[in-house]
T-cell receptor, first 117, second 117 residues
Framework: EDKVVQSPLSLVVHEGDTVTLNCSYE??????LLWYKQEKKAPTFLFML????IEKKSGRLSSILDKKELFSILNITATQTGDSAIYLC?????????????????FGQGTILTVHP | NAGVTQTPKFQVLKTGQSMTLQCAQD?????MYWYRQDPGMGLRLIYY???????DKGEVPNGYNVSRLNKREFSLRLESAAPSQTSVYFC????????????????FGDGTRLSIL
């Protein structure tokens, strides 16, 4: 069974702290791993990772993928109250190894991050 | 830019009633998806449509039907609502990189909060 597990499930920090969110997966025919941020409504896209060891960075957020150990981390440095949200990890995977088949996303449970002033 | 538009935003139903949730996207994407989000469970795929004219079951399809009306619109129908279907429903769309055969990140609507009494 395809599985994506995030940890921790919730995290409370103070402004200025650095946080690391974890995502491990077991899926067939992996294609990519994605991180989303969800505030009140729609999840918004942060990163898509397809290759091991290549860090993606956007401001204070960065993410990296390890395809051998089957996990990814999302780092947020110098956290701000605006970083408070649910962070979702999702893995795009295909039902078969053939390149023509369309993949679909399996999401983790999400990590609820609360940043206090 | 509208992106992905879902209607209605809120709905309360009685057990046994039927209802159709509407979704439209204006990004000319081929693929569209319906998810439900319950506390502590991330997003779970109900149905998806890889292209106009095709639909496939996701992880939790029981109790739902879908229609891909045209390239823009993908509706989700509850024929006989049950309290277990109380949830927040998200529609999403994406396209596919035709060179690397990788799905592009999905864009989400703002969700429909559905309560069934």
């Amino acid at each position: 069974e395809d599985k994506v597990v995030q940890s921790p499930l919730s995290l409370v920090v103070h402004e200025g702290d650095t946080v690391t969110l974890n995502c491990s997966y077991e899926v067939t025919n992996f294609r990519s791993l994605l991180w989303y941020k969800q505030e009140k409504k729609a999840p918004t896209f942060l990163f898509m990772l397809t290759s091991s060891g290549i860090e993606k960075k956007s401001g204070r957020l960065s993410s990296i993928l390890d395809k051998k150990e089957l996990f990814s981390i999302l780092n947020i440095t110098a956290t701000q109250t605006g970083d408070s949200a649910i962070y979702l990890c999702a893995v795009d995977h295909a039902p078969s190894a053939g390149g023509t088949s369309y993949g679909k996303l399996t999401f983790g449970q999400g990590t609820i991050l609360t940043v206090h002033p | 830019n509208a992106g992905v538009t879902q209607t209605p935003k809120f709905q309360v139903l009685k057990t046994g009633q039927s209802m159709t949730l509407q979704c439209a996207q204006d990004m000319n994407h081929n693929s569209m998806y319906w998810y439900r989000q319950d506390p502590g469970m991330g997003l779970r795929l109900i149905y998806y449509s890889a292209s106009e004219g095709t639909t496939d079951k996701g992880e939790v399809p029981n109790g739902y039907n879908v229609s891909r009306l045209n390239k823009r619109e993908f509706s989700l129908r509850l024929e006989s609502a049950a309290p277990s279907q109380t949830s927040v429903y998200f529609c999403a769309s994406s396209d596919r990189d035709r060179v690397f055969l990788v799905n592009q990140p999905q864009h989400f609507g703002d969700g429909t909060r559905l309560s069934i009494l």
